[in-house]
């Protein structure tokens, strides 16, 4: 499987998983309060390079893929994300500034669980929503473990294991998409470099 077969098997899984998303979301009540960047402002969200290669294809095919890299090398240590759009001073109000191309992790955060060492189902939330939505964010942690159906994070970063596990690997988030972004762009050289040997 090539970079780009497995920019497309890693899409593929993301619309899967907007699917259970929302509906667990509309289900539970516990949307993202909107304009909060809470979780996208923190610097050290784990990430790995195999869930930004779309954000990286992306990138490359609007010929903004050198100019991200060079900006993430320039980036001091301890920066958000470089697509966060911040509209707050403290960085804590914002946006993601290509939203359909996120990494799994922000697919994640407030719509998966994880299982305690007991089996049963966490809820994988901030304490902006735990404290802005309260009620359903109790409801919800009893619901998950009898009617409720979530999406389990673990079993999704399994399903990109199986396409590329040496991708797999977790760094801080702009690490990672500096790593993707690397890849895409040397991947491309190379087939622009065939294309030329072909004409």
């Given amino acids: 499987m090539d970079l780009a077969a497995k920019s497309r098997a890693t899409l593929e899984i993301f619309g899967e998983l907007e699917s259970e998303t929302k509906q667990f979301v509309t289900e539970s009540g ?12 923190n610097p050290k969200v784990p990430a790995n390079p195999l869930e930004f290669l779309p954000l990286a294809f992306d990138l490359q095919q609007k010929g903004l893929a050198e100019a991200t890299l060079a900006e993430i090398e320039q980036l001091e240590e301890g920066a958000s994300c470089v697509v966060y759009r911040p509209t707050s001073l403290n960085g804590a109000k914002g946006f993601c500034g290509n939203h359909s191309k996120r990494g799994l ?12 060492k007991y089996g049963k189902k966490d809820l994988i939330i901030c304490k902006v929503l735990k404290s802005e939505k309260s009620d359903a964010f109790l409801s919800t942690t009893e619901r998950i473990n009898s009617d409720m159906a979530i999406p389990l994070a ?32 040397r991947y491309t050289f190379y087939l622009e470099q065939e294309d030329e040997l072909i004409a």
Avoid: K
């Fill in 105 to 116: 992790i922000c697919r994640l955060f407030s719509a998966s669980a994880r299982r305690t």
């Fill in 154 to 185: 673990t079993a999704y970063y399994s399903r990109l294991e199986e396409i590329d596990q040496s991708l797999c690997q977790q760094f801080t988030i702009n690490e990672a998409i500096a790593f993707a972004l690397e890849l895409v762009l």
């Fill in 30 to 41: 516990l949307a993202c309060v909107t304009g909060c960047g809470f979780c996208c402002a």
